[in-house]
Nanobody, 120 residues
Framework: QVEVVESGGGLVQPGGSLRLSCEAS????????MGWYRQAPGKQRELVAS???????RYGGSVEGRFTIDRNNAKNTVYLQMNSLKPEDTAVYYCKADIVKQGLEGGDFWGQGTQVTVSS
């Protein structure tokens, strides 16, 4: 069994910062790319940022320069540091992990999501 759990969401004022965390746990052999996605009401889910096991990062255009993704491979954990937050960053943020399980089966595993609200 594999579990992906996010934490760190909440309410923040425009211009503020939040740090999200996501940990993968369970019957894991290896975690490949980990990423953050978000979905605002009435909109499609979109990529925020992703990072490979080797540290190569990719960002969605609207967050580049404001958000930073990093990971701790020993803890199977990925982080998203969000600075200069804007109201349009309000969304449910989901973590996705490409996991190879013991026995070498695997695939994409999603967390349950954490709400980020940017409002004064």
């Amino acid at each position: 069994q594999v579990e992906v759990v996010e934490s760190g969401g909440g309410l923040v004022q425009p211009g503020g910062s939040l740090r999200l965390s996501c940990e993968a746990s369970g019957n894991i052999f290896r975690v490949n790319t980990m990423g953050w996605y978000r979905q605002a009401p009435g909109k499609q889910r979109e990529l925020v940022a992703s990072i490979t096991a080797g540290g190569k990062t990719r960002y969605g255009g609207s967050v580049e320069g404001r958000f930073t993704i990093d990971r701790n491979n020993a803890k199977n954990t990925v982080y998203l540091q969000m600075n200069s937050l804007k109201p349009e960053d309000t969304a449910v943020y989901y973590c996705k992990a490409d996991i190879v399980k013991q026995g070498l089966e695997g695939g994409d595993f999603w967390g349950q999501g954490t709400q980020v609200t940017v409002s004064s």
